[in-house]
């Protein structure tokens, strides 16, 4: 069974150019696309995200400058090019870029347009889960939990979930019957309620 998962994920945790490059709504889109839906050309890009294939090449070219898609030359055809994520999981601490107020607002940038998509993500689904089996409206769903732990353990907790999600991530089989692509969303944030530092 375990010769049957999934590679382990490719990752990186992105430099202060990678960073700067990928601090745009195009270029988070497209990377994102090609990791959730695999290779692709600029044009089967471009029709998924509504966008014109001029503006897809351009922004899928800096993505490969910095290293964070690659080309899949043994697919392209002519003018027609490939393309892949040439990571699966993009990471990096919050201190990364103290140093560098251009990268720091980057990721800044990065981090708003994460939360900003998943609640049109979340949107999106509150307007269609009637529409889904009851089996699927109870296994998804969203939850909280409040706790009061030092930032020590606070990192052991997210490391703890890391690992559950890419055990599950690796466990997946995407012929089985009934699966569905699902996005996970986790976040810790200081209950900033009546506190000031």
């Known amino acids: 069974m375990a010769d049957e998962r999934r590679p382990a994920p490719r990752r990186v945790r992105i430099d202060h150019r990678q960073v700067r490059v990928l601090a745009h709504p195009l270029r988070t889109r497209l990377l994102g696309a090609l990791r959730v839906q695999g290779p692709a050309t600029a044009t089967t890009l471009a029709e ?20 964070l898609v690659a080309e899949e030359p043994d697919r392209g055809t002519g003018r027609q090019r490939w393309w892949r994520a040439a990571h699966d999981v993009t990471s990096w601490e919050s201190t990364d870029f103290d140093d ?17 998509l998943f609640v049109e993500h979340a949107e999106r689904w509150f307007a269609v889960r009637d529409q889904w089996s009851p089996e ?11 706790m009061t732990i ?17 055990r599950y991530r690796a466990e997946a089989d995407p012929g089985e019957p009934g699966a569905e692509q699902v996005l996970v969303f986790y976040a810790a944030l200081p209950l900033l309620m009546g506190k000031k530092r």
């Open 48 to 67: 998924l995200l509504d966008t014109n294939t001029g503006a897809t090449s351009y922004h899928l070219r800096q993505l490969a400058e910095v290293g």
């Open 100 to 116: 560098d107020p251009d990268a720091r607002a980057a990721v800044e940038w990065i981090q708003s347009e994460q939360v900003r």
């Open 136 to 146: 699927w409206r109870d296994a998804l769903g969203m939850g909280d939990a409040f």
């Open 150 to 166: 030092p930032s020590s353990r606070l990192k052991e907790l997210q490391a703890e979930l890391w690992q559950v999600l890419e």
